[in-house]
């Protein structure tokens, strides 16, 4: 099999690339990477937004806009995130391959210097980004983190990840807080970037469709006009163990989410990592898991019920959703069936069946852009990058005695529960 | 015999073939050979819409419970020896269905043991096992299901804009009913629906992804034999072209109000050609999309985010309409300037430039999607069920002139036939 290197193209910069001809389209993204710093999350965060709105070639959201129109609808997608305890700030396009544009454009070159572009000459007045685009991507940021209290699945397992971390800045959101998006000025945002550029680890990838020369020379070129000299690689941390915490909100809702993270202690790059995923997917991973054979299936308590592990920092977290009465009733047979687990109750059909579940998905990595780009971000940290099919023969290995050594690990930390308002009928 | 025809696009540079199977199935296999993985949709005509019934030479009316093509759908994985899920969990798929206003599908994606993988999906679709103990199970899961969706924003603004829309037409209802319209399920209005909808003459075998046709016929030809099968009238009460009502609010646990504008169009139970088709989604580009005129005005008085603004046709037996949805501090300005600008189009037309973009635009997107064996499956089926074909919609978007466009703006987007919906915060 090929090895997937990651090559160095400045200090700290590395480039990615899979190009395959298979696909109709290409995708190029830059990933910046630093440390959480509370004090900067929210200006930094502003950055990929502020920037993907206009840039020095196309100085204008609209004039913008209609380049992609004319690059037959390509995509440029910027956000902030979260990766292990950095924030991550990403830039990504995505158009079709030149085969299929009209004209035979070279689709990789135009898609990659409008890249550019974006990230090293943002549309700047007298020296720093313009007053009004700011106004503008505050208000946008503001209302997405407004947005997120809207899908209730998805903000209790936030405020379940805010409590597990307690206060710590991997708790924190990768958009820092309404307030301090607020704050934030054009001249100590454009620092931002200046540092961005200078100090983040930088992580290109470039897949599909795609001439891998001429991306990785184009932004070699543009890093070699870069100091790089401050750089700094990143690590995360492990999260230390600590008593059990519960929290409960009532809000207008007719069903309730629950949400409980465990510790495992199993994150990148231990060696029983495998073992751990295939504890999770014979957890709740998968429609013959305990969790959905026994709570939805057995004891009809919810229409979902799964188990997700985050190989970073080694947390297991279940969710579901359920009527107020049936919250205990849920908690309880989830604690039981990991219970089980952990005494070794485990058959061999649930084995196999998690493990070819988990290889399916691994084998199906190489035939979607998107996926590619994930799988080989997610192993910024790691020390030798491994491709999918690499993956599914290591999970093929794990041993039962493995699986419930790795389930001993698992202890309970944080329980989230939004709930319905209470004196309401519904 | 069963007959096999090969339809190329030199657009895509691909083909697929269209097999009139001798059972009346007819099957699309769409061979992506560089693949990993393949995405199988073996899916029926018969929706949440389809409460109300004839069967040739039959003089009864039947009329089924709302919500019952999604419980039917649920309890169909179920068989006497077990459930399907199960049977998947010994190839690794990973299998799903889904059920819309007008069509259940059962699908699944494999890497590995395609062929057993289909066999199993054939094979359960086609053994229904409902009995008292079994359907009644299910009221918890599906209840949950329902309360979930009860408190999801997006859903609760789509389907209050359809109830105001709609008079009689069953698209007013949710797709899995209400907690009270699935207690009059029962395993005998369940087998009526089966033996009703799911004969072959009304289905869709789809396949996209690293597949070979001799083999799919082969498993074709043993799972399925002809069948005495008679025609079901499908009966809808006669829908006024008016709408109910040109506004409705509801309060619910979000953050900022949420809204969706929607113009009801003419809409009868043969869809429209793929010519008008194309030529409507490259309209809603010129109006809509982030390039546009109407978008930049929004944006830049604080009425719409980038995040959240978007616009669909959305069309099915007996429906159509356009549609604008998002969140918006001012909903009513937002409905204000839309129709403003619709009138503004309608006057002045727009530019050979600006029509051109938008097609160039919608192309680029319909190429791309082409790239995933999931999407091609399903495209392939839904369209299949509307009467259109894969490739000819693309060759259409291809071939729309400007004139085709300006028909449809034309002819559409009356303002006494919108309705606003809004969900505003408590």
């Not at chain 1, 409590?163 to 708790?171: N, V």
């Not at chain 2, 459930?83 to 699944?108: H, P, R, V």
Request: hydrophobic content about 35%.
């Amino acid at each position: 099999m090929e090895k997937i290197i990651r090559r160095s193209i400045a200090d700290g910069v590395h480039f990615l690339s899979i190009p395959d001809p298979k696909f109709k389209t290409l995708r190029i993204t830059m990933h910046f990477l630093m440390p959480m710093q509370p004090e900067l999350l929210s200006d930094r965060a502003l950055l990929p937004f502020l920037m993907g709105r206009a840039s020095q070639a196309y100085p204008d959201f609209t004039v913008l806009s209609q380049r992609l129109d004319d690059l037959y609808g390509a995509g440029l997608n910027s956000d902030a995130g979260k990766m292990g305890d950095a924030q991550v700030l990403s830039y990504s396009i995505t158009g079709i391959s030149g085969k299929y544009a009209f004209d035979g454009e070279n689709m990789s070159e135009a898609l990659g210097h409008l890249l550019e572009n974006i990230v090293f000459s943002p549309a700047f007045e007298n020296g720093v980004f313009r007053a009004e685009d700011l106004r503008q991507e505050k208000r946008q940021l503001c209302e997405m983190i407004d947005s997120e209290f809207n899908d209730k699945r998805v903000y209790a397992k936030r405020r379940c990840e805010e409590l597990l971390h307690r206060g710590s800045p991997c708790g924190y959101s990768a958009y820092g807080t309404k307030e301090s998006i607020l704050r934030a000025d054009p001249t100590q945002l454009k620092k931002c970037w200046e540092q961005m550029l200078r100090s983040a680890q930088v992580e290109i990838l470039a897949f599909g469709d795609c001439d891998v020369q001429a991306i990785c020379s184009l932004f070699a070129q543009a890093f070699s006009k870069v100091d790089r000299s401050g750089f700094s690689p990143l690590k995360t941390e492990r999260i230390p163990l600590s008593p059990i915490q519960r929290m409960e909100e009532q809000q207008d809702v007719s069903q309730c989410k629950l949400v409980m993270a465990f510790r495992s202690g199993i994150a990148q790059p231990d060696d029983l990592l495998p073992a751990a995923k295939v504890m999770s997917a014979v957890f709740g991973g998968t429609p013959s898991s305990k969790l959905f054979l026994n709570v939805r299936e057995k004891m009809s308590l919810c229409y979902y019920c799964s188990a997700q592990f985050n190989s970073l920092k080694g947390i297991l977290y279940v969710q579901s959703g359920v009527n107020t009465e049936n919250i205990s009733k849920a908690e309880n047979e989830i604690l039981h069936q990991l219970k089980e687990m952990q005494q070794g109750n485990i058959t061999e059909e649930e084995i196999q069946a998690a493990k070819l579940s988990m290889c399916n998905s691994l084998n199906t990595v190489s035939d979607s852009l998107n996926a590619l780009e994930g799988w080989y971000f997610s192993q910024v940290y790691a020390s030798e990058i491994i491709t999918p099919e690499q993956a599914a023969a290591e999970i093929q290995s794990v041993t039962k005695e493995q699986i419930q050594f790795a389930a001993s690990q698992v202890t309970l930390d944080t329980v989230y529960c939004l709930k319905e308002r209470e004196g309401e009928d519904k | 015999m069963s007959f096999t025809e090969k339809v190329v696009s030199p657009l895509a540079g691909d083909y697929y073939y269209k097999i009139h199977h001798d059972s009346g199935l007819v099957i699309y296999v769409y061979p992506k050979e560089h693949n990993n993985s393949t995405f199988a949709v073996f899916g029926t005509r018969f929706g949440s819409i389809n409460t109300k019934f004839r069967i040739q030479g039959e003089t009864e009316i039947y009329r089924v419970p709302d919500g019952i093509a999604h419980y039917l759908e649920h309890k169909l994985f179920e068989s006497e020896e077990g459930d399907a899920f199960s049977k998947f969990s010994k190839t690794g798929a990973s299998a799903n269905a889904y059920t819309s206003f007008d069509t259940t599908c059962y699908l699944f994606s494999s890497a590995q043991n395609l062929y057993e993988s289909l066999q199993i999906l054939l094979e359960f679709v086609q053994d229904p096992y409902f009995t008292e103990e079994n359907v009644k199970k299910e009221q918890g899961i599906i209840g949950q299901e329902i309360r979930m969706y009860e408190d999801d924003p997006q859903w609760r603004v789509t389907f209050n804009m359809l109830k105001g829309m709609y008079h009689t037409h069953p698209v007013r209802e949710d797709i899995a009913g209400t907690v009270d319209s699935i207690r009059a399920i029962t395993p005998e209005n369940l087998y009526l629906c089966y033996h009703t909808f799911y004969n072959l003459k009304n289905m869709v075998l789809s396949i996209a992804g690293k597949v070979d046709p001799e083999k799919v016929l082969e498993i074709c030809d043993k799972a399925f034999h002809q069948q005495e099968t008679p025609e079901v009238e499908r009966i809808f009460d006669r829908e006024p072209e008016t709408v109910c009502t040109h506004y409705v609010e509801q309060n619910l646990s979000v953050s900022m109000p949420l809204f969706q504008l929607g113009f009801k169009e003419k809409a009868g139970e043969q869809l429209i050609p793929v010519k008008q088709l194309a030529a409507r989604e490259i309209l809603l580009e010129i109006l809509a999309s982030d390039s546009s005129p109407l978008f930049r005005c929004l944006l830049d008085s604080d009425l719409i985010n980038e995040n959240s603004f978007d616009s669909e046709f959305f069309e099915g037996p007996g429906y159509g309409a356009y549609l604008f949805s998002g969140e918006s501090k001012n909903p009513r300005a937002v409905e204000k300037e839309i129709l403003k600008e619709l009138e503004t189009v309608r006057k002045e037309g727009f530019s050979s430039e600006t029509f051109l973009r938008a097609k160039k635009s919608v192309y680029g997107r319909n190429i791309s999607a082409l790239n995933s064996a999931d999407s091609v499956a399903n495209s392939m089926a839904s369209l299949a069920f509307s009467g259109r074909e894969l490739f000819a919609y693309l060759q259409a978007l291809r071939d729309v002139e400007l004139e085709a466009v300006l028909e449809q703006l034309q002819q559409g987007f009356d303002p006494e036939k919108r309705v606003l919906s809004v969900i505003y915060p408590e």
